[in-house]
């Protein structure tokens, strides 16, 4: 601690200054007290920063994220002012030297006991910021502080909020590089997407220090760019390291993210108890020291001067504490500035030794996924238009299948493989889908769907009998299936802002859950009044205009080095899809009782079972154990699977009420669910994007779950003698309204701090439960409609239409059960917190 200065502020916020703690890059960090009497740490912002539009913006954002990070062994950010002239936020203070301090210059390395124990807090530290949707991006020494009871990380988040002001490059646009070069990983030293296992690997260096004393890959011995080659390019030297951490350590350092353990499996294999301090004596005792010194510091009493400036009185002087003998500190030390580097320092710009250029090709910089997609909002309307064209094009064809039938003569187990094949190439291959996005990115799978759309429409469209039909659906199946994952992938990681994050999702919400509805309107003209042939060529000028717009968005490069295809797992995945959308399919004509039908839906049970077990057993799995470790996703996953059955079984209704009850023709049908549209738009983009960034997402998600239910409930009294108005408005209303209450904080919340390179699998697996949720419905309506007529017997049409009618109404019980069963699972798995306006859904711990 110093004294303050002239300069120094006498308070900030309700904080009393009491003494300067450090300087850094981005500011002064003071020791300040409450008005009750809490000790805590100000960081302020530089006024070189403090000027920056959008350094202001971001460091409200991880702020607020960093508040809400959870854990023992961090520093809790108290509280801070974003808006304020010189922006500051307030930490925990923790009483404690630094753990560079203590090995570089007071006490040389830890013993092996006191790094097992360091790996297991600093490991528990990480899950929890990254629990928090952030990654600290600056893991060093100087950010660990050493307690009596254990480590404490510092800083976690703030680092980000400087890391863009110069557009995608290691350097500032000041010339300050960002992170500190001892404690970078390869992906950083890169320019490289970051994800959290970039801190595992920051990890694995803090540990090496702590046993060692030396700084990772020569970096006491070398320049700059020796040692950011090094870094990149080069094996780690773990001569030093204790032998019972030597191969944890190695396999944090892995080159590869994707190899490296996580943050839990770390502190899972370093768990063990230990009986006595973690710290030697000799630490402990100057630990105690500091504390004293603490109490007994005496700060020097401000005044104010004749223009109201500080004027600093001197105070009786605190002897300083008696040091302990000290090592040679090392010769170079990358980690004594909190946050930045001055370039000049180390010479020329970063880069490899004379020679090596070839093998170290220069960093490629990549859209954060923090920062704003530059052309984010062209990207939501590609990936609305792609999403569209296929709900339409299977709307357009399931009412043209009369005229199919009729123009090429094909007979009605052929009209069953047409749609069967559709339905099981889109439903199968969604997790494929999702795997290929996070392999070749998500611009590259929507160009590819989009074009394989497009050419098996003009396939169908000029299809000259059955089987080239066939093809062509199940091409446009297949191709459906690439496109899905990676519109919504696209939304995902474009949109960070909370504001516009809750915007974008309302519109994808309205797409999900009401793109049947406006699939009828338009393929209902479609069909009305052109062929089915050039219903089927409709889709083509859609796809190419989509496809246009993909053509000119930014490149998105997988952030996964060395990522491979998973063929295991997506075999796994595939096949148990598929397993059970075909025994979904066949559970319509067949008894639910028959062997085939338990055979494929037990089988596809215990191969996505298998997919998910995949997870563990290999370092490069198509689906992130993030992502179903999550118990907000999981959550998310099971409501959408219960809602899809819900969404499904409503709009088979109505479509029957509405085309076979009233007389509607398709596009009259189309026409009288656009009240219903409404409602799901205004529950969506008006109701829920508004609230999410104030309201917990569960409590959307289960008051929209409500209020859906009710109206599924109103619809169950649909009658053929009833009227439009009367009788499916109300519940179409409500059905439609809480819909879109529901949907748009599910998609949010199931996306939410999902790492770019894993949003095409989270994605998929979003997707993948609402297609397996509403091929449910489908085959509990199909079941019920099994009208079998006593021989003899005679029903005349409005005898028909009735008793069809009460088999659809009948099946919305089942809805409205899956409906209220949802809002329950949600309730209780679903707690991620409101982002307060600074961000997405944050997921809480456990």
């Known amino acids: 601690m110093n004294q303050l200065i002239a300069e120094d502020p006498v308070r900030i916020g309700p904080y009393r200054l009491i003494a300067r703690l450090g300087e850094g890059g981005m500011g002064l960090v003071y020791l300040g007290r409450s008005e009750g009497g809490r000790t805590v740490a100000v960081k302020v912002v530089q006024a070189e920063y403090a000027g920056d539009p959008e350094f202001r913006r971001r460091f409200a954002r991880e702020v607020a994220a960093a508040r809400r990070v959870g854990g023992s062994w961090t520093a809790a950010v108290l509280d801070a002012d974003p808006e304020a002239a010189v922006p500051w936020v307030a930490t925990q203070y923790i009483p404690g030297p630094d753990l560079h301090t203590v090995v570089a210059k007071d006490f040389g390395p830890l013993p092996e006991y006191s790094v097992h124990t360091l790996a297991n807090r600093l490991a528990l530290a990480l899950r929890a910021v990254h629990e928090a949707g952030l990654i600290h991006r600056d893991l060093k020494p100087s950010n660990v502080l050493v307690t009596v009871d254990g480590p404490r ?25 960002i992170g500190s070069p001892g404690f970078m990983s390869p992906e950083q030293v890169r320019g490289l997407e970051l994800t959290p296992a970039s801190d595992v690997f920051c990890l694995g260096a803090v540990l090496v220090h702590a046993a060692t004393g030396r700084l990772l890959f020569g970096a006491t011995d070398t320049g700059l760019n020796a040692h950011l080659f090094r870094i990149a390019e080069e094996e780690a030297d773990l001569t030093g390291v204790p032998e019972s951490l030597v191969d944890l350590v190695r396999a944090c350092l892995e080159k590869d993210p994707a190899k490296r353990p996580t943050p839990q499996q770390v502190a899972a ?85 004379p020679g090596a250029w070839s093998a170290y090709p220069p960093p490629a910089p990549l859209q954060d996924s923090a920062s704003p997609h530059p052309r984010r909002w062209w990207g939501l309307v ?125 519109v994808y919400a309205v797409i999900s859950g009401g793109g049947s509805a406006l699939g009828l309107l338009m393929g209902g003209w479609l069909v009305e009044n052109l062929t089915w042939r050039l219903s089927l060529y409709a889709a083509v000028p859609l796809a190419v205009a989509a496809l246009i717009g993909a053509l000119t968005l930014p490149h998105d490069r997988p952030g996964r080095t060395g990522a491979r295809f998973d063929a295991l797992g997506v075999l796994l995945g595939t096949g148990g899809l ?10 319509e004509p067949r008894d639910r009782t028959d062997p085939l039908i338990l055979v494929l839906l037990a089988a596809g049970v215990v191969l996505l079972v298998a997919y998910l077990w995949r997870r563990t057993t290999t370092s ?39 085309r076979n009850v009233l007389g509607y023709s398709p596009a009259a049908a189309g ?70 209450l529901a949907f748009m904080p599910v998609f949010a919340t199931a996306t939410a701090a999902v790492a770019p390179e894993h949003s095409g699998a989270a994605s998929a697996t979003i997707t993948a439960a609402q297609h397996v949720g509403g091929a449910i419905g489908v085959a509990l309506l199909t079941g019920a409609l099994a009208v079998r007529l006593r021989p003899g017997a005679s029903w005349s049409p409005e005898q028909l239409a009735g008793e069809l009618l009460g088999r659809h109404t009948g099946t919305l019980w089942w809805a409205v059960g899956g409906m209220l069963l949802a809002g329950l699972l949600a309730g209780l798995l679903v707690t991620a917190k409101s982002p307060g306006g600074d961000g997405p859904p944050v997921h809480t711990a456990g």
């Open 578 to 587: 598929a397993a059970l959308t075909y025994g979904l399919i066949e559970a």
């Open 382 to 506: 590609v990936a609305a238009l792609a999403q569209l064209m296929v709900l339409i094009d299977a709307t357009a064809f399931n009412m043209a299948v009369p005229s199919v039938q009729a123009d090429l003569g094909i007979p009605l187990s052929g009209l069953s493989v047409m749609s069967t094949v559709y339905v099981l190439a889109f439903g199968g291959l969604m997790l494929l889908g999702g795997h290929i996005t996070d392999l070749a990115g998500r611009r590259l799978t929507l160009i590819i769907g989009l074009a394989g759309f497009a050419v098996a429409s003009a396939l169908g469209g000029s299809a000259a009998d059955s089987s080239m039909l066939i093809w062509a659906r199940a091409l446009q199946g297949a191709f459906g299936a690439v496109l899905t994952p990676a519109a919504l992938a696209l939304v995902t990681t474009g949109f960070t802002d909370p504001k516009e994050r809750g915007r974008a999702f309302g």
């Open 620 to 658: 490069r799995p198509s689906l992130s154990p993030s992502t179903v470790e999550d118990r907000d996703r999981i959550g998310c996953f099971l409501v959408m699977l219960l809602a899809g059955l819900g969404v499904t079984a409503s709009f088979a209704t109505l479509d029957f009420y509405l």
């Open 671 to 740: 026409v009288a669910f656009l009240p219903m549209v409404a409602a799901l738009v205004i529950g969506a983009t008006q109701v829920a994007a508004r609230l999410l960034p104030r309201v917990a997402p569960r409590i959307l998600i289960v008051a929209g779950l409500a209020t859906a239910a009710l109206g599924l409930l109103l619809l169950t009294g649909l009658e053929t003698d009833g009227a439009y108005a009367t009788q499916a408005l109300p519940g179409m209303v409500l059905t439609g309204f809480g819909t879109g």
């Open 153 to 177: 990380v510092i800083d976690f988040g703030i680092a980000r909020a400087m890391d863009r002001l110069a557009g995608d490059s290691l350097h500032t646009r000041t010339g300050m590089l």
């Open 269 to 353: 294999r370093t768990a063990e108890d230990q009986a006595a301090e973690w710290l030697p004596g000799a630490v402990l005792a100057q630990l105690g020291r500091h504390a004293a010194q603490l109490l007994d510091f005496a700060p020097e009493a401000v005044a104010a001067g004749p223009a109201g400036t500080p004027v600093v009185q001197p105070a009786a002087p605190v002897p300083p504490a008696r040091p302990q003998p000290l090592p040679a500190p090392p010769a170079y030390a990358p980690t004594a500035p909190a946050h930045v580097v001055p370039a000049q320092a180390f010479g020329p710009p970063p880069g490899p030794p």
